[in-house]
């Protein structure tokens, strides 16, 4: 009897308790195909960043990289105190160099007196996801940047805040169009965080939309590349793709590449990046000499681009952009956040001198 009594009295109190407890609102969700989408060469309807059925020359593994939604941002405002999200994903195996958020997550950021402040994740946990990025917020109007993964293709995505108040459409707060085209470096491999690729970091950083179509191990000059790349309405084109072809392929297609790009776009400057020296090189002398005939090959494409008398061509070499320390990558390839920064601090100020003339 005395353990009935005891029972009864504490779910008395626990229900005296819940009802003593604030109510938290429910979510209200918004597709977020109805919000600004930053990011995307040519205007699409899905979250891939080519429209490869208009290309069907493309190698298949291009094909399937540019349905990988890198680089692709949702541009909102809300005053809610809560944002959360739901997306849907494929079933592909994850990477094993990369972290789960960065592969198939979200990343949140939020302006906070004129600068662009993380503010929270979306972490995958199934093909379909739910998760709140950030919550116990005050009610003041925030605008927001949310970043799609790297490495996979969104299939569906919604924008979650409180009940009571709204999700507003934003704006592209980025200035003209620049394209990077690369290797699963541009990509974003091996960032903790979507918004940590250095694409993504130099738009917050330069104010300027910088379009991310680094192929993962398949940045490779193809000629139909190439040309899809020069009908591209762009401001400037960066070319920090000299990590995935060989040498003899450097040789061949750089060329063809920059003259194509020059031939629809007589002013844009164009910037070659040379690779990144690999860790991996650091003891294997058959990677390291690789890398040593590729950014030597770039380099003199480079000069041969300028004896022919291209103007608004220019080049930043790869020999510091990871630093000294051996400690700027993830697998000895791909950068971390360590080596993303350290890329930063070599290429932003070139970039910056370069597009100057174009902000101003």
Known sequence: MQRIVLLLISMGLYSFLQA????????????????????????????????????PDFPAAVKQLLTNSAGLVISFKTRSPRIAAKWCVTNRRQSNNMTPIVNKGLDLYIKREGKWVFAGVGRPSNVCSEYIMVENMDNSEKECLLYLPLYDEVKSLQIGVDSGYQVVRGINPFKKKVVIYGSSITQGASASRPGMAYPARLSREMGVNFINLGLSGNGKMEKEVADMLATIDADAFVLDCFANPSPEQIAQRTGYLVKAIRAKHPNAPIIIIQSVIRESGNFNQVVRERVRQQNENAYQEYQQLIKEGFKNLYLIKGDNLLGKDHEGTTDGVHPNDIGFDRMLQVIQPELTRILKPLLH
């Open 20 to 55: 003593q407890s604030p109510k938290v609102p429910s979510l209200v969700f918004t597709d977020a195909a109805s919000l600004e989408l930053i990011g995307q060469a040519f205007p699409l309807k899905s979250y891939h960043r080519i429209d490869t059925t208009s290309y």
